[in-house]
């Protein structure tokens, strides 16, 4: 199995009902591992000017499934894809560190 992460580019707001039905549904088959809005945050860098904000990426949702094509299956009822709008689908490489349980 592999993570994924859909980024909701800016978009009309959807229904909360169709949110409620749409996170039921991946939470129903066992793929959801989380998910929000994005509030207002900051660009850093250590040294030098930063870039702005991305401010067009407004939440996102985590998911588990084995791959892209699983991924994108999945994206049918997503208020933000249903309106026509964007979402960006990345897999989330495996953390490097301590074995997990």
Same mark, same amino acid.
């Not at 793929?31 to 702005?52: N, Q």
């Given at each position: ?5 859909y %980024?909701?580019?800016?978009? +009309?707001?959807?229904? *909360? !009902?169709?949110?409620?039905? $749409?996170?039921g549904?991946?939470?129903?088959? &066992?793929? %959801?591992? &989380?998910?929000?809005?994005? /509030?207002? /945050? ?7 000017? *930063? *870039? ?6 407004? &939440? ?7 791959d892209?094509?699983?991924?994108? !299956?999945? %994206?049918? &009822?997503?208020?933000? $894809?249903?309106?026509? /709008? ?5 897999? %989330?490489?495996?953390?490097? /560190?301590?074995? +997990?349980?």
């Amino acid at each position: 199995m592999a993570d994924f992460i859909y %980024l909701m580019h800016e978009a +009309q707001p959807a229904d *909360p !009902a169709a949110w409620e039905a $749409y996170v039921g549904e991946l939470s129903a088959k &066992g793929v %959801l591992r &989380g998910g929000s809005a994005i /509030g207002r /945050g900051m660009c850093l860098r250590k040294g030098g000017a *930063p *870039p702005p904000i991305s401010s067009h990426i407004v &939440g996102y949702v985590r998911i588990e499934v084995e791959d892209m094509a699983a991924a994108e !299956a999945l %994206l049918a &009822g997503n208020p933000v $894809y249903e309106a026509g /709008g964007v979402i960006e689908v990345r897999e %989330l490489p495996r953390a490097i /560190g301590p074995a +997990q349980d």
